[in-house]
């Protein structure tokens, strides 16, 4: 009894997570500026897709000044140097495609886009941290969080489907909020045996997860599968797992031997990480190893948040545990949206990339108007790759039918 007071008193909180109250894992208010002594960075990174367009981006970056990251001092300003720095370095290694890659990142920008990273506790490529939660403005600062009064701070090749592409996963982050801020109230109620409101925050993260989903949807509306397949992608790929950079990438001046990381990937997302450790959904060690590495990919405190769930006392048998039809009912249909959610994940897969994949391959030797050209000359190498380096539809429905396994047997949905 003693025990289960002093877990009551201790309770469990985000405040030391970098978790927002009204944006969860999505950066506050992210600067649009940098410093005028960084106007060098700024310059190129807000050009790089007109400038790999003329093929101008790499002649532009090794003419670029060698600066010191001294003078960046706050988080924010941390954050904007690594998404730019990154935008250029996807720009720079992928501008002439997969047939004319880069062995070797220029020491100007290497240098201090290694020295940034270190600062962060993220990799030197770009990451979801980056490219979405870091990645957006308001046009009217007092205006709706939706699609009509958002914008991307940088960009990379494939116009209104870049946009389109960041600005959806950025409404999933924030459809997740409410099902963030009920996690502690979950852990605390099974450490005090509150069987009520372990409930009624179940229902809000069901909740939460269908709005999740619904947001997703709004993928068909701004994201054109052409361009997405035929222009956007190589340039969310990394230099690990990718046929077309088997060696991986010398950051020059950091080390002489090339490293290897993985492209951004929705496993880089913290949510499903902490969905997955609330619940119990214990993935296999394939997939298990995958959604691991990929927690490397997200901000040091996001990762600990992840890491500290997985730490606490079992929701799973907590509710195997009490008499509560509510509670279970719960527990059963958070499962089942998160199974929903994942199901939807692989449905936008196949439109995004095994469709257009599979015409790719069709129309590679006889193109004939400008949306298949497109698709035909996309990366071969990546053909039925996620741009995270996973083999991306065996890996999904895997994680999918990992989910199935965390019912509870006596009330199985499957």
């Known amino acids: 009894m003693a025990a289960a007071e002093s877990d009551c008193k201790a309770l469990f909180s985000?405040?030391?997570?970098?978790?927002?109250?009204?944006?969860?894992?999505?950066?506050?208010?992210?600067?649009?500026?940098?410093?005028?002594?960084?106007?060098?960075?700024?310059?190129?990174?807000?050009?790089?897709?007109?400038?790999?367009?003329?093929?101008?981006?790499?002649?532009?970056?090794?003419?670029?000044?060698?600066?010191?990251?001294?003078?960046?001092?706050?988080?924010?300003?941390?954050?904007?140097?690594?998404?730019?720095?990154?935008?250029?370095?996807?720009?720079?290694?992928?501008?002439?495609?997969?047939?004319?890659?880069?062995?070797?990142?220029?020491?100007?920008?290497?240098?201090?886009?290694?020295?940034?990273?270190?600062?962060?506790?993220?990799?030197?490529?770009?990451?979801?941290?980056?490219?979405?939660?870091?990645?957006?403005?308001?046009?009217?600062?007092?205006?709706?969080?939706?699609?009509?009064?958002?914008?991307?701070?940088?960009?990379?090749?494939?116009?209104?489907?870049?946009?389109?592409?960041?600005?959806?996963?950025?409404?999933?982050?924030?459809?997740?909020?409410?099902?963030?801020?009920?996690?502690?109230?979950?852990?605390?109620?099974?450490?005090?045996?509150?069987?009520?409101?372990?409930?009624?925050?179940?229902?809000?993260?069901?909740?939460?997860?269908?709005?999740?989903?619904?947001?997703?949807?709004?993928?068909?509306?701004?994201?054109?599968?052409?361009?997405?397949?035929?222009?956007?992608?190589?340039y969310l790929s990394g230099w690990k797992d990718n046929t077309c950079m088997p060696r991986g990438l010398v950051y020059e001046g950091v080390q002489t031997e090339p490293m290897e990381y993985s492209g951004g990937s929705a496993a880089q997302s913290s949510l499903l990480h902490c969905f997955d450790e609330l619940l119990g959904v214990k993935h296999n060690a394939s997939s298990g190893a995958f959604l691991t590495r990929m927690r490397n990919y997200m901000p040091p405190a996001h990762k600990q948040l992840i890491q500290d769930i997985s730490l606490q006392p079992s929701l799973k048998s907590f509710v195997q545990q009490q008499s509560s039809e509510r509670l279970t009912q719960a527990f059963q249909h958070c499962v089942t949206k998160l199974l929903a959610l994942r199901s939807y994940h692989i449905n936008i897969v196949s439109r995004y990339i095994t469709v257009p994949a599979a015409r790719a391959r069709q129309l590679r030797d006889h193109s004939q108007d400008s949306e298949e050209e497109m698709i035909s000359r996309a990366p071969t190498a990546l053909e039925e790759r996620g741009t995270g380096g996973s083999g991306i539809m065996t890996f999904l429905k895997t994680v999918r039918d990992q989910t199935k396994d965390a019912f509870l047997p006596d009330t199985s949905n499957k």
């Open 14 to 234: 985000l405040d030391s997570y970098h978790v927002s109250e009204e944006l969860g894992f999505i950066l506050p208010d992210p600067l649009e500026e940098l410093p005028p002594y960084y106007q060098p960075w700024m310059d190129i990174a807000l050009r790089v897709p007109e400038l790999v367009h003329s093929h101008e981006l790499r002649f532009r970056i090794n003419k670029m000044p060698l600066l010191s990251s001294q003078f960046l001092q706050k988080h924010r300003e941390l954050r904007l140097a690594h998404l730019a720095l990154s935008v250029m370095t996807m720009g720079y290694t992928w501008q002439e495609g997969e047939n004319n890659t880069v062995e070797m990142l220029p020491h100007n920008l290497a240098v201090p886009y290694w020295e940034v990273s270190q600062r962060l506790g993220l990799p030197p490529i770009l990451t979801h941290a980056d490219a979405v939660l870091a990645n957006w403005r308001k046009k009217d600062p007092e205006g709706p969080f939706d699609m009509e009064n958002l914008e991307l701070l940088v960009s990379l090749p494939g116009g209104d489907s870049v946009r389109g592409f960041f600005m959806v996963t950025l409404l999933v982050e924030l459809a997740a909020v409410p099902a963030l801020r009920n996690i502690p109230t979950v852990i605390n109620g099974v450490r005090c045996g509150d069987t009520e409101a372990v409930a009624r925050a179940l229902e809000e993260i069901s909740q939460s997860v269908q709005d999740m989903t619904d947001a997703l949807k709004l993928m068909h509306v701004y994201v054109e599968p052409s361009v997405f397949y035929g222009i956007m992608r190589i």
